[in-house]
């Protein structure tokens, strides 16, 4: 028996050491990437000027004929309001679904919207750029009368498509893992299903859906390929109606011909940095708002 108990006890210890290996393997990624985002990025905002740069409404890193310029105020706002504009529409619309199918969906229509979850979630991101630049961003030319339908709209709808399934798919596990004790008892207290699923279940598992909340962001604001082909990749000030480029789809673009060790270059690697940085205010905040909640 002791010989068993001595086991049991290595065993235990070496899958508590792969676990914690692994915690610090990924803690060491997210360093290293953070450290080399600074060091390739930092000397562009130190030669262009950190005013210039995120504040600057002109980006010609290949002028010839008047001097380079490198603000990326443009690719700032466009990818704040395309983000926005994706997290207004699609949360209300992944959260609606998740609740349908983690309490109200019969069996039989919750695995057909699941399996249709599922394949939303496979379709690689080229795939959505090429069906919004065939059918999306004709139809918005057409409706709209504008001289190309490759738009902030056409962005915004296609983002909208992209984070569906994240939100859908952690919402409905967060749901499913509030305790049926706390349902059965606010419909006890007299409260409709509708009125428990709303103010019971979705307050119990708000920690799980601020997740899909930030899967979907990252999602929105890290996209590229897709965006790239309905937004028109033009570096002007957002627009409804206009021709932009995000922060990603900037430096898609340009990292294959910049020169390296240029200006340019350097600066696409800032843009990377400002997009890092973004990525963990938006954690940050909703981690505080999390918690401040609770408390």
């Not at 950190?50 to 380079?68: I, K, R």
């Not at 919750?110 to 991101?125: M, Q, Y």
């Not at 409706?143 to 490759?150: Q, V």
Request: hydrophobic share 55%; charged share 10%.
């Amino acid at each position: 028996m002791r010989e068993i108990s001595k086991l049991h006890d290595l065993m235990e210890k070496g899958i508590n050491f792969i676990f914690m290996l692994c915690g610090i393997v990924a803690i060491g990624f997210v360093i290293c990437i953070t450290i080399h985002l600074i060091i390739s990025g930092l000397p562009a905002i130190m030669e262009i000027g950190v005013g210039e740069f995120l504040l600057g409404t002109v980006w010609q890193p290949t002028a010839t004929t008047t001097t380079p310029s490198f603000g990326i105020l443009p690719f700032i706002m466009t990818s704040i309001y395309g983000t926005v504009g994706a997290v207004i529409i699609g949360v209300p619309i992944g959260l609606l679904t998740a609740i349908f199918l983690a309490k109200a969906a019969p069996t039989g229509v919750a695995g057909v919207i699941h399996r249709a979850v599922e394949l939303l979630a496979g379709i690689p991101s080229v795939v959505y750029g090429l069906v919004g630049m065939i059918v999306l961003v004709p139809i918005i030319q057409g409706w709209f009368d504008l001289p190309s339908g490759a738009t902030l709209l056409a962005a915004i709808i296609v983002l909208t498509i992209m984070i569906l399934p994240s939100i859908i798919n952690v919402s409905e596990t967060a749901l499913r893992a509030v305790p049926r004790e706390y349902e059965e008892a606010s419909i006890a207290l007299g409260a409709t299903e509708m009125e428990t699923f709303f103010r019971v279940s979705v307050p119990a598992a708000k920690s799980g859906i601020a997740a899909a909340i930030v899967l979907g962001v990252g999602r929105a604001i890290g996209e590229a390929m897709a965006i790239i082909m309905v937004s028109g990749n033009v570096a002007n000030m957002p627009g409804l109606f206009e021709s932009v480029r995000f922060m990603t789809t900037a430096i898609a673009s340009e990292m294959s011909y910049a020169p390296a060790g240029s200006t340019q270059h350097q600066a696409l690697f800032s843009i990377g940095l400002v997009l890092f940085l973004f990525i963990m205010m938006i954690n940050i905040i909703l981690n505080v708002f999390i918690k401040g909640k609770r408390a």
